[in-house]
């Protein structure tokens, strides 16, 4: 089964009128967060990214909280990669962090995402990684909507899913 049709099955693909987290509306919502509660979807999600990624050396794999973090914990199993898992706000209590996990000096880093709209919260990581002395190598997402201007590796493009639903 293909990862599209996996999507549909999952009901991860919404016709109607949504707000997407960038503010712009949209017809059709592509909600990966909910397709990857199913083992089968994030096992796809992960074999198929590795599969893109195997001509990109990098050393770690970096994502922003809430729907890349199960992409990026599966990717990273699937390449035996680490993680940094980046947080939306640098927390208020204990240790005040920004990040789970670290970053050094010169190591390639590929920015995962669920689905791209904008590229807001990849750019957020690309410019903390960056900040933290990475290199960013690449940015793989399961959906691009292909509405920002970032060069983005995706399993599926939303023009090729409005083509075949």
Do not use: H, W
Not at 50 to 58: G, H, I, P, S, Y
Request: hydrophobic share 40%; charged share 35%.
């Amino acid at each position: 089964m293909s990862l599209l049709e996996m999507l549909k099955d999952a009901g991860a693909i919404k016709f109607g009128d949504f707000v997407l987290s960038s503010g712009k509306r949209s017809r059709v919502y592509i909600d990966v967060k909910q397709a990857i509660t199913k083992p089968e979807v994030l096992e796809a999600i992960a074999s198929q990214m590795a599969e893109k990624l195997r001509n990109v050396e990098f050393d770690r794999i970096a994502c922003i909280e809430l729907g890349g973090v199960p992409i990026a914990v599966a990717l990273s199993l699937k390449t035996g990669k680490e993680l940094v898992i980046f947080r939306k706000k640098r927390k208020e209590y204990g240790t005040g962090d920004d990040r789970i996990g670290e970053i050094r000096k010169g190591e390639r880093v590929v920015v995962v995402e669920d689905v791209i709209t904008t590229g807001k919260s990849a750019r957020s990581v690309i410019e903390r990684v960056e900040e933290l002395g990475g290199e960013v190598k690449a940015v793989i997402a399961v959906v691009d909507r292909e509405e920002s201007d970032l060069e983005v590796i995706s399993l599926l493009k939303l023009s090729e899913i409005l083509k075949n639903t």
